[in-house]
């Protein structure tokens, strides 16, 4: 069984560019959900969606964006870049949207903003 | 707000020593807890999770947590470490609403 795939796997871009990363779950899973990762900050939620709805969000401004696809495939978008959003970003499907749900990563995209 | 907090961000240990990671949360109501690990060059995976009932839980590869309730802890064990186990370990929280609140990570380093 494929595992969390995320493209691409880096990502050089300049100050007030945007971005589009994508994200396939593993077959069957229908939630997705994704990680902001910087150096001493750890993983920072950013939002979960389930069933091409948005579930849950964190603390983000809204140059960050996302989607879900029919096929539960999603999409994450910042618009705007900033310096300060170069991270690694990490996606996770789970099989359902609940509290006890595994996570299943993928292994990122790393954006660097220049 | 809530909020997840590791103590230490970096720890070296020799093989066969123990090892105890602290995690702290701050979150009033049900919480369910998870240790997730990250091997080098590997994908963040999973170890092992507390959802109710003994607080003590038990997870892969002789890791063990325990929490208490009424300290908003649930800290990491094993009695004895293995050079394989150098990894980074995030302590994580998700508590109402659902929202996944992870810590800022501790390095462990295990000397041969």
């Known amino acids: 069984k494929a595992g969390v795939t995320q493209t691409p796997r880096y990502l050089i871009k300049t100050r007030g560019q945007q971005v589009t990363l994508s994200c396939s779950p593993i077959?069957?899973?229908?939630?997705v959900s994704w990680y902001q990762q910087t150096p001493g900050q750890g993983l920072q939620f950013l939002f979960e969606?389930?069933?091409?709805?948005?579930?849950n969000k964190g603390n983000f401004p809204g140059r960050f964006s996302g989607r879900q696809f029919s096929n539960s495939r999603s999409e994450m978008n910042v618009s705007t870049l900033e310096l300060g959003d170069s991270a690694l970003y990490l996606c996770?499907?789970?099989?359902?949207?609940?509290?006890?749900?595994?996570?299943?990563f993928g292994s990122g995209t790393q954006l660097s903003v220049l | 707000a809530q909020s997840v907090s590791q103590h230490n961000h970096h720890v070296i240990l020799s093989e066969a020593a123990s090892l105890e990671l602290g995690c702290n949360y701050s979150?009033?109501?049900?919480?369910?807890l998870f240790w997730y690990v990250q091997y080098p060059g590997q994908h963040l995976q999973l170890l092992l999770k507390?959802?109710?009932?003994?607080?003590l839980v038990k997870g892969i590869k002789g890791f063990e947590a325990e929490f208490i309730k009424s300290k908003f802890s649930f800290n990491l064990r094993k009695p004895s470490v293995q050079w394989s186990d150098t990894a980074e370990y995030f302590c994580?929280?998700?508590?109402?609403?659902?929202?996944?609140?992870f810590g800022s990570g501790t390095k462990l380093n295990v000397k041969p």
């Open positions: 507390y959802f109710s009932g003994d607080p």
């Open positions: 994580a929280v998700r508590g109402n609403f659902n929202k996944f609140y």
């Open positions: 996770a499907s789970s099989l359902e949207l609940g509290a006890g749900e595994k996570l299943f």
């Open positions: 979150y009033g109501g049900t919480v369910n």
């Open positions: 969606y389930f069933s091409e709805t948005q579930r």
């Open positions: 077959s069957g899973h229908r939630s």
